[in-house]
Nanobody, 115 residues
Framework: QVQLVESGGGLVQPGGSLRLSCAAS????????MGWYRQAPGKQRELVAQ???????NYGDSVKGRFTISIDNAKNTMYLQMNTLKPEDTAVYYC?????????WGQGTQVTVSS
């Protein structure tokens, strides 16, 4: 199995920045799709950004131009750089990994954007 641990969430003012991290461990395979999802109270979980093992990225429309997803393969860690944050970005952010071993989720990290 794969274990995923998110970190880096917190409280930030509108217009500010945060960087989230997702550390992967366990049965790590070379072919995968990893992504960041978020869920705000009363709303469905939505895709924020994803990246596959070939380096191809995809972003949700609401975060294009503001968020950047990346992976440091040497550290088995995925990042989400979030810039120009808005109150509507407030949510619990979850790390996800899909591959031959299965579909795995982290525990989530809270991001709150407020003055």
């Amino acid at each position: 199995q794969v274990q995923l641990v998110e970190s880096g969430g917190g409280l930030v003012q509108p217009g500010g920045s945060l960087r989230l991290s997702c550390a992967a461990s366990g049965s790590i395979r070379s072919i995968y799709v990893m992504g960041w999802y978020r869920q705000a109270p009363g709303k469905q979980r939505e895709l924020v950004a994803q990246i596959n093992s070939g380096g191809r990225t995809n972003y949700g429309d609401s975060v294009k131009g503001r968020f950047t997803i990346s992976i440091d393969n040497a550290k088995n860690t995925m990042y989400l750089q979030m810039n120009t944050l808005k109150p509507e970005d407030t949510a619990v952010y979850y790390c996800n990994r899909k591959g031959l071993a299965g579909n795995f989720w982290g525990q989530g990290t809270q991001v709150t954007v407020s003055s």
